[in-house]
């Protein structure tokens, strides 16, 4: 069974440049988790979607931020004009159930670099 | 907001127990405790968790004391491959998000 896959593994891109990160759940998961870690930080939660729609996207830093999940299957996190500060790893999960006994999948993350 | 209280850093020698300590003091009694752990360059893994009882599966063994308030993750023979992050994380069982504190960075020595 494949896992959580993200794409692409590694992105540069100029200040005041889009950069799009997609994440490919496992195969029957509804719910999908965006998190990141920047650069000396903890990791931290930026939304959660159950199918297509976004339950809690608390975390988003600010609204350069679009995760979008068209379908309920693949997911894409855009970053619109990308800063300095919004460089780190960006990881995706998933899960079957959105409980606390119910455990999530990450997949490798997306290194953002941003120059 | 981590509610967990972690080492930063342990060494291990490789093929002895490797005993990780946690500690959860406000602990509320809907809240499981979640061990995962990040090797580097990859994503957190899910090891273990458990509410009440102590807990084994094929990866770790959790030990979680009484009155809840702390726990221990057990690596009974570290590898090289244990080399990681490793994270404890108390959540509600109708809670979604995983809140990761600075974990314990295990460093397992030949």
């Known amino acids: 069974e494949a896992g959580v896959t993200q794409f692409p593994s590694h992105s540069v891109i100029e200040k005041g440049q889009t950069v799009t990160l997609r994440c490919d759940p496992i195969?029957?998961?509804?719910?999908l988790y965006w998190y990141r870690r920047v650069m000396g930080k903890e990791i931290k939660f930026l939304l959660h979607?159950?199918?297509?729609?976004?339950?809690?996207e608390s975390g988003m830093p600010n609204n350069r931020f679009l995760a979008e999940r068209t379908g309920g299957t693949y997911s894409t996190l855009k970053v619109q004009p990308a800063e300095l500060e919004d460089s780190g790893v960006y990881f995706c999960?998933?899960?079957?159930?959105?409980?606390?006994?119910?455990?999530?999948?990450f997949g490798p993350g997306t290194r953002l670099t941003v120059l | 907001d981590a509610k967990t209280t972690q080492p930063p850093s342990m060494d291990c020698a490789e093929g002895r127990a490797a005993n990780l300590p946690c500690n959860h003091s406000?602990?509320?009694?809907?809240?499981?405790v979640y061990w995962y752990r990040q090797i580097h360059s990859q994503g957190p893994q899910y090891i273990i968790h458990?509410?009440?009882n102590n807990e084994t599966n094929e990866m770790a063994s959790l030990i979680i004391t009484e009155d809840r308030k702390s726990s221990t993750l057990i690596l009974p023979h570290a590898t090289l491959r244990d080399t990681a992050v490793y994270y404890c994380?108390?959540?509600?069982?109708?809670?979604?998000?995983?809140?990761f504190g600075a974990g314990t960075t295990v460093t397992v020595r030949a």
């Open positions: 999960a998933s899960s079957l159930l959105k409980g606390g006994y119910n455990e999530q999948f």
């Open positions: 195969s029957g998961h509804d719910n």
């Open positions: 979607f159950v199918k297509e729609s976004k339950q809690d």
């Open positions: 406000t602990i509320s009694g809907n809240e499981y």
């Open positions: 458990g509410l009440k």
């Open positions: 994380i108390v959540r509600a069982a109708d809670d979604y998000k995983l809140s």
